[in-house]
């Protein structure tokens, strides 16, 4: 017996949190039943699991995949409005899914995978695993607007963490933080008045961006 929400990940279709998110919705159905109780056991052997009206079935073969998202794609593997999506990048007739998001004029680091507990590992607060952005800017950053990066800022619906920030150049900084919220470092920079101009990830812990390859065990254990 596997828990509903962990046999949808190792499904590879998604996330562990975004599975509950399908349960909560009634999504998810076992056996033709919908079923919207979290923890629920499903025999991963005899059970019929449904997501979205469509059969899932766990993937024993995991793949990691590192990717260069370059500005212009949209991170997602269902566009709906016909523009370009990292999907399209993907060189090799496999289902992966994003770990987390880049908005469509943020480039850089971008994993993929079938995983869906080693993508619930990345995401989830608790972990604090640090992503690390270069963020280039229209005019000269103050060392104030630096502090207040530094010390954490009203984004709207949130006050993020302290944040670790160092300057590269007048117009040019390094943010490293471990929260995932919606467009955070855009929203940081423009609560401090500081105009963006480019966004790029070049780090996901211990990962450093390359060139698209599949991750061996080895590179993704040691994030």
Known sequence: MIRLNKYIASSGICSRRKADELIESGKVKVNGIVIATMGYQVNEKTD???????????DDKKVYIMLNKPKGYVTTNSEQFSRPSTKDLIKEEIRVFP???????TEGLLLLTNDGEFANKL??????IEKTYIVTLKSPVTNGQIEMLKNGVNIGDYVTKPAKVRRISDMELEIKISEGKNRQIRRMCEVVNAELINLKRVQIGNLKLGKYKFLTFHEISNI
């Open 48 to 58: 019929v699991v449904e997501v979205n009206e469509k059969k899932v079935y766990l």
């Open 99 to 105: 770990i987390g998001r880049l908005d469509m004029n």
């Open 123 to 128: 995401m989830h607060p608790k972990n604090k």
